[in-house]
């Protein structure tokens, strides 16, 4: 993809990748779904669909004229004029974070928070270093009713700029005393229809986990979360497929049989962590995720041991018989029986080295460009800035250059 050298040069355009990425080109044009660049004497390409926009010096004359004039409107209490204006700046530049403020003031002024979520969410995915778009988001939040969003959006906001008028909005929120936690995401009912003793401490370890990883993940699911009690069905307490400890078909199915007591043991609490992940997961991703980062990141919240897995993967990474990650997004129920453990396996320690490259912050930048729509081929190069063979290949010499394990 020529990004080897991104280094600001005396150029005429600067492309801006959906990533946020950005490289200085000599010039730039758009052939059919290909973006072509020149640079340095040579001229590359990139897929249409991993460019945000391409910004030419000659563009860049000053703000733009109908983001000016929104802005002029929204002064005189005229949203709806506002809109018009704003939809035809982002028409021509759909990564414009002034624009998109704008618009997500101006569906709030018409009163319908849900647009100004999802206008607001967009410009904290183009850049989630912007303060403004956090207290924006928490805006459309706090006008949903939704407390916990909201506190959890005005914080990451003042943590990225102090504003005196966002401290006070989220004194607001917090000291609300209708103000739910996470607890109240969840309904809770039991397959046998009467209530369980153990209800009360899943409800609280859902709760405590959902408030984390909305925290961890920067969203929200939009809808409850339905968890079942599965009092005929035995919870198996060892490291099994989650399809024989939780299940997680749009529901937290919970097998609870056998077990006594009104506290939870640590693998239970690790099985409702590692399935509410898997709802988070599909509540961001529309369910366009690979099977393996599902199950990867699933294992990390719920507290798996990535270097146990790398240790045990590392022999087989230089025997050459790792599983490609790409024959790991189907479902793993359709691999055999024997295979299912090392996929497993495989998935933890890919995530564990995504995070090692990229931070935590890159398994949320590759969910954000999932749930926009890209192939998995299309999102890792979006988020990560490497492809599936370069991400592969490094993943594998991590594991092979890793010391023999003794017997």
């Given at each position: 993809m020529?990004l080897?050298s ?6 005429a355009?600067t492309?801006?990748?959906t ?7 000599d ?5 059919g779904?290909?973006?072509r660049y020149e ?8 897929p249409r669909?991993?460019?945000?926009r391409v ?6 004359g000053g ?7 929104a802005?002029e409107?929204l ?11 704003l939809?035809?700046a982002?028409a ?5 974070l002034?624009a998109?403020?704008?618009?997500a ?5 018409l009163g319908?928070p849900r ?5 607001a ?15 924006l988001?928490?805006d459309a939040?706090t ?8 506190e959890?959006?005005y914080?990451?906001?003042?943590r990225?700029h102090a504003d005196?008028?966002?401290e006070r909005r989220l004194?607001?929120?917090?000291a609300?005393?209708?103000?739910v936690?996470?607890?109240a ?11 369980h003793?153990?209800?009360?401490a899943v409800?609280q370890?859902?709760?405590?986990a959902y ?6 993940f920067?969203?929200?699911p939009l809808?409850?979360i ?7 069905a ?14 997680n ?15 939870l043991?640590?693998r239970?609490?690790?099985v409702l962590?590692?399935?509410l ?10 369910g366009?995720?690979p ?10 919240l719920e507290?798996?041991d990535?270097?146990?897995e790398d240790?045990?993967?590392?022999a ?15 479902p793993?129920?359709?691999?055999p ?21 990229r931070?935590e912050?890159?398994?949320v930048?590759l ?10 081929e299309e999102?890792?190069?979006v988020?990560?800035a490497?492809?599936?063979?370069e991400?592969?290949k490094g993943?594998?010499?991590?594991l ?8």
């Amino acid at each position: 993809m020529g990004l080897a050298s991104l280094a600001p040069a005396a150029s005429a355009d600067t492309i801006v990748l959906t990533n946020g990425r950005v490289i200085e080109a000599d010039r730039a044009w758009f052939e059919g779904n290909q973006l072509r660049y020149e640079k340095g004497g040579g001229v590359f390409g990139l897929p249409r669909a991993l460019v945000a926009r391409v910004d030419s010096d000659s563009a860049q004359g000053g703000p733009d004229p109908d983001v000016t004039r929104a802005r002029e409107r929204l002064a005189a209490n005229d949203p709806a004029e506002a809109v018009k204006l704003l939809q035809a700046a982002l028409a021509r530049d759909p990564g414009s974070l002034a624009a998109l403020h704008a618009m997500a003031e101006a569906q709030l002024g018409l009163g319908d928070p849900r647009a100004a979520r999802e206008t607001a969410a967009r410009a904290v995915r183009l850049d989630p270093q912007n303060a403004r778009s956090h207290a924006l988001l928490a805006d459309a939040y706090t006008a949903m009713g939704d407390r916990v969003a909201a506190e959890l959006e005005y914080r990451e906001s003042l943590r990225l700029h102090a504003d005196p008028d966002v401290e006070r909005r989220l004194g607001d929120v917090a000291a609300s005393p209708t103000r739910v936690d996470g607890a109240a995401q969840f309904r809770l009912r039991s397959d046998g229809g009467e209530s369980h003793p153990l209800g009360p401490a899943v409800l609280q370890t859902l709760g405590a986990a959902y408030t984390e990883y909305a925290r961890r993940f920067g969203f929200r699911p939009l809808d409850p979360i339905a968890v079942v009690l599965q009092t005929e069905a035995a919870f198996q307490d060892a490291r099994t497929p989650e399809w024989a400890a939780g299940v997680n078909d749009g529901s937290i199915r919970m097998p609870v049989g056998g077990l006594e007591g009104t506290t939870l043991g640590r693998r239970q609490v690790a099985v409702l962590r590692h399935e509410l992940a898997h709802s988070f997961i599909a509540a961001r991703t529309g369910g366009n995720c690979p099977t393996w980062l599902q199950e990867g990141i699933s294992q990390w919240l719920e507290g798996g041991d990535p270097a146990r897995e790398d240790a045990g993967l590392a022999a087989a990474a230089r025997q050459g018989t790792l599983h490609p990650l790409l024959t790991l997004e189907a479902p793993f129920q359709t691999l055999p029986a024997a295979d299912v453990p090392r996929a497993y396996a495989e998935s933890l320690s890919a995530v564990a080295h995504i995070i090692r490259r990229r931070t935590e912050a890159g398994v949320v930048r590759l969910l954000n460009a999932l749930g926009d729509g890209h192939p998995s081929e299309e999102a890792l190069p979006v988020a990560l800035a490497l492809s599936y063979p370069e991400f592969q290949k490094g993943w594998e010499d991590y594991l092979r250059a890793l010391a023999p394990r003794r017997p």
